[in-house]
């Protein structure tokens, strides 16, 4: 089962049963000005309070060993981090979606090429399957035995590198903006649930977690109060 509801998130989560999801995987919007469409407001005063109302309601629709993983710039991410804890709600880890860039650079400051990934659990056990990811390190002498005798690299790094979804990607749709790439999306579904877990996005946007959850054989809910072609 993989379907979209079109409706404010808030009050959409609020209709899903406690206990219910295994992962709650969500971009939603940074509060940067972006013109989603006339029903969102991308410039928020209290932002932060919004993010910490429907982060608290996604975790109280997780499973017992379900993971909330949410993707935004640090900047975001940090305040949303530091009201969570201080909630009491169970800190995993922090994760880094690092992109390459040629552009938006500035004269007088470094341009960022990266976004945060913060990871909470409903409990202290809960599902995690690691990405095999290639060595850091190919030159080092250790590194190239262990390579010639057939091991492929290790897991258990908290960087990732997938490039952003640009315009000319064979994966971009012709409606949304900000579109996770596939890889990212891919990755941390595989990494935080199993094939037939209950996925849900409460900004799903143009449907790339849903999508990518039905090819991994997972179900999901999406929920965006824009009504996107998926």
């Given amino acids: 089962m993989n379907k979209i509801i079109h409706g404010d998130c808030i009050e959409e989560l609020k209709k899903i049963s406690d206990n219910s ?3 709650v995987l969500t971009d939603p919007p940074y509060n940067i000005g972006w ?5 969102i407001n991308d410039n928020k005063k209290d932002y932060s309070e919004w993010c910490l109302e429907w982060a608290k309601l ?28 201080r909630e009491g709600y169970n800190f995993v880890q922090e ?17 960022r090429n990266f976004r945060t990934i913060i990871i909470f659990s409903k409990s202290e056990k809960y599902t995690f399957n690691p990405i095999k990811q290639s060595y850091k390190n190919p030159k080092d002498k250790r590194i190239i035995q262990r390579i010639k005798e057939g091991h492929k690299g290790t897991n ?6 997938y490039n952003l979804c640009k315009n000319v990607s064979k994966d971009k ?11 990212l999306v891919e990755m ?28 991994l054989n997972r179900n999901s809910l999406g929920i965006d109060i824009n009504e996107y072609k998926t």
């Avoid at 949410?70 to 305040?79: A, K, L």
């Avoid at 994760?95 to 341009?111: D, E, M, R, V």
């Avoid at 749709?173 to 890889?183: A, D």
């Fill in 188 to 215: 941390l579904i595989k990494t935080y649930t199993n094939e037939g877990d209950y996925i849900c996005d409460p900004f799903v946007g143009n449907g790339t977690v849903i999508n990518i959850a039905e090819e």
């Fill in 95 to 111: 994760l880094i979606w690092y992109y390459p860039t040629n552009i938006g650079h500035s004269k007088n400051k470094y341009t």
């Fill in 35 to 39: 013109k989603y469409s006339d029903k």
């Fill in 173 to 183: 749709k012709n409606n949304g903006i900000n579109q996770l790439p596939k890889e």
């Fill in 156 to 161: 258990h790094y908290t960087t990732f590198e």
């Fill in 58 to 85: 996604s975790i109280s629709k997780l499973k017992e060993n379900g993971i909330i993983a949410i993707i935004n710039y640090p900047e975001n991410n940090n305040i949303l981090y530091t009201d969570l804890i």
């Fill in 21 to 23: 999801v295994d992962l």
